[in-house]
């Protein structure tokens, strides 16, 4: 079936490169995402890769798919404090409506 | 350009009332999506529509109802309200499906007594 795992907590100190993980069941992705969900607030894009692209970087972001393993990470330099948030990665399904939401992963970063 | 918006933001219940969630979108999408998220759950689909006077069931459609009568306004309703229904309800829009990004409203906090 469907599913998107991640882990659940990370912290960091800022500063430091954040790596958060994910892996994914389906095959037939589409596009993969990373959305930034601030306390209180509704999930907001960070960026996204193409299923048949290696690896995206977008300033302080660097996305990486692991098609053959179905791991997608997304990287942050220097961590702020800024970026305390939850992390949610998304796959969606080639010619259907679906978007597959992972559990999130929460952001902790320590000044 | 507001993208997309809902009504309420916050809202207490008593078991078996009925109220109605508005999401409105600016963006002239054609998909538009109602998801509720509980902890540890990530986001779970509830009904999803693909264009005006369309609606469709997602993953987790009882005890909700919706309604796309207009191509920018997408209507969650929950006829009898039940304490499992506490939830922050989100609803989201895109240009279509499968590929395109979704957009997402602030999301509406519902707390069901």
């Known amino acids: 079936g469907e599913d998107v795992e991640q882990s659940l907590f990370l912290s960091v100190r800022e500063g430091d490169s954040s790596v958060i993980n994910c892996t994914y069941t389906d095959s037939s992705s589409t596009y993969l995402y990373w959305y930034k969900q601030e306390p209180g607030a509704g999930l907001q894009l960070l960026t996204y890769i193409f299923s048949n692209m290696d690896m995206k970087q977008d300033q302080r972001l660097t996305v990486l798919l692991n098609k053959k393993d179905k791991h997608l990470s997304l990287r942050i330099a220097d961590t702020q404090t800024g970026d305390s948030a939850i992390y949610f990665c998304?796959?969606?399904?080639?010619?259907?409506?679906?978007?597959?939401f992972g559990t999130g992963t929460r952001l902790k970063v320590l000044a | 350009n507001a993208g997309v918006t809902q009504t309420p933001k916050f809202r207490v219940l008593k078991t078996g009332q009925s109220m109605t969630l508005l999401c409105a979108q600016d963006?002239?999408?054609?998909?538009m999506y109602w998801y509720r998220q509980d902890p540890g759950m990530g986001l779970r689909l509830i009904h999803y529509?693909?264009?005006?006077?369309?609606?469709a069931k997602g993953e987790v459609p009882d005890g909700y109802n919706v309604s796309r009568l207009k191509k920018q306004n997408f209507l969650l309703g929950l006829e009898s309200a039940a304490p499992s229904q506490t939830s922050v309800y989100f609803c989201?829009?895109?240009?279509?499906?499968?590929?395109?990004?979704?957009?997402f409203g602030p999301g509406t906090r519902l707390l069901v007594l």
């Open positions: 963006m002239n999408h054609e998909y």
């Open positions: 529509s693909v264009g005006e006077g369309t609606t």
């Open positions: 989201a829009s895109s240009k279509v499906a499968g590929g395109e990004t979704q957009y």
């Open positions: 998304a796959e969606s399904l080639s010619g259907t409506y679906k978007y597959i």
